[in-house]
Every structure is written in C-alpha cells, then in structure tokens.
C-alpha cells in the first residue's frame, strides 16, 4: 500500500474531526483543501465568510494568492463525493455524545 503524502493539520480538535473523513478524499490536495476549510468555516474571524475571508485575505489582490486558489479549487473542481461526505457526517452526528441516551432509550420510548 502506498503511503500517504503528509499534510499540515488543521487546529484541534478540528483535524480530529478531518481525519474520519480523509478516506473519502483521495488526494493529499483535497485533505489539505478540506482542512482550510473546515478551519475558515469555524474559526473565529472578523471578516465575512467568503473565499478571501475564509483564507483571511483582501478582497480583490488576495484571491489570486496561492491559498485562495487551492481553496477555490477544492471547492469547485475537486472531486470528492458530496452525498458520501454529508452520509459520514450524519453518521457520526448520530452516533455523537448528544444522542447516546436517546439510543439507550430506543426512539419509541419518548
């Protein structure tokens, strides 16, 4: 099997959160792309959260920076399977802390 090119990690806990997801992105590009993401999503910002915000660049002068382009990318000509993505997550919501005494329950027990 064919290792894996290292990427840098997202913050914690959001490269914990990445790493269940990283079989369903091939590409050390699209990990990598993923975890900008995840950290301009959810991380404190002052700016808006378009692609430049998200990267924490100008408007304008940023877009064209090497980390707005890699972004733009993931996010636009990547292919990762979207419904495969959104089917891991909702899985692992489910089976989050949140829902454990709702399982003990059962769903009919309310």
């Known amino acids: 099997m064919t290792k894996r090119i290292e ?5 914690e806990p959001l490269e ?3 790493r269940h997801v990283d079989d369903l992105l091939g590409k ?7 975890r900008r993401y995840l950290e301009g999503l959810l991380l ?3 700016r808006h959260k378009t692609l430049t915000g998200l990267v924490n660049t100008e408007p304008l002068v940023g877009a064209q920076q090497a980390r707005a382009q890699q972004l733009q990318w993931f996010l636009s ?5 979207e419904r495969e993505m959104q089917a891991e ?8 802390p949140g829902n454990r005494a709702h399982h003990r329950r059962g769903a009919g027990d309310r």
């Not at 990427?7 to 913050?11: G, K, L, W």
């Not at 000509?77 to 399977?81: A, Y």
């Open 77 to 81: 000509e990547s292919t990762w399977d």
């Open 44 to 46: 404190p910002s002052e």
């Open 7 to 11: 990427i840098t990690p997202a913050p």
């Open 28 to 34: 050390s590009n699209q990990r990598e792309g993923f």
């Open 16 to 18: 914990a959160y990445a």
């Open 89 to 96: 997550r909702l899985t692992r919501l489910a089976r989050g």
